[in-house]
């Protein structure tokens, strides 16, 4: 189960830090991901980091301002996000990232926190 | 970059109709990182398909992924009441390293 939280109405120009809570599941051992939704819109990934060795990976509309992280100690991912855009309003989803030898996908998400970026 | 091209971006189908929605990339690309999502209205996607053939966990046996190369499609053979919501398709690969399809709104007719 996944529980994201942090998401509320800031500024153009601001931050704000996303978490994400895992539970039932051996949070370390698996890679996860941040994926968002603009309203009305379709998916976008925005970044993952590894369960291994913290190896992260950004969407470039997002690399240079976002910071995704995580605490295997306290099951919980984060998403640092600086210098926010009108365009990064959106709904943040946390996901498992599954990965195998022939497969890549996400899975279970989370319900989602909303981020609303006032211009 | 990849792009994925969902089509039709509306199907209009009945219950118990046979729904075929498609995903095509603009290059070729593995189906093993082909997977497929459904979204019903203010939930999270839920994946269906991954490795472009595979059913996820309690997913009924009506989905069925296939396709190679460049086109793929997602058919879901019996159409329940609760299908008619948004479908998604997804590949991993470079550029951008997680694509999405735009999406595939199933209404009912």
């Known amino acids: 189960q996944l529980l994201e939280s942090g998401g509320g109405l800031v500024q153009s120009g601001g931050s704000l830090r996303l978490s994400c809570t895992a539970s039932?599941?051996?949070?370390?051992?698996?890679?996860m991901a941040w994926v968002r939704q603009a309203p009305g819109r379709g998916l976008e990934w925005v970044s993952s980091i590894s369960g291994r060795d913290g190896s992260t990976y950004y969407a470039d509309s997002v690399r240079g301002r976002f910071t995704i992280s995580r605490d295997d100690s306290k099951n919980t991912l984060y998403l640092q996000m600086n210098i926010l855009r009108a365009e990064d309003t959106a709904t943040y989803f946390c996901?498992?990232?599954?990965?195998?030898?022939?497969?890549?996908?996400?899975?279970?998400w989370g319900r989602g926190t909303l981020v609303t970026v006032s211009s | 970059e990849i792009v994925l091209t969902q089509s039709p971006g509306t199907l209009s189908l009945s219950p118990g109709e046979r729904a075929t929605l498609s995903c095509r990339a603009s290059?070729?690309?593995?189906?093993?990182?082909l997977a497929w999502y459904r979204q019903k209205p203010g939930q999270a996607p839920r994946l269906l398909i991954y490795?472009?053939?595979n059913r996820a966990t309690g997913i009924p046996d009506r989905f069925s992924g296939s396709g190679s190369g460049t086109d793929f499609t997602l058919t879901i053979s019996r159409l329940e009441p609760e299908d008619f919501v948004v479908y998604y398709c997804?590949?991993?690969?470079?550029?951008?390293?997680?694509?999405f399809g735009q999406g595939t709104q199933l209404e009912i007719k």
């Open positions: 490795g472009g053939s």
């Open positions: 997804q590949h991993y690969g470079s550029s951008p390293l997680y694509n």
């Open positions: 996901a498992v990232l599954v990965i195998t030898v022939t497969a890549r996908y996400f899975d279970p």
């Open positions: 290059q070729s690309v593995s189906s093993n990182y």
């Open positions: 039932r599941f051996t949070f370390r051992t698996y890679a």
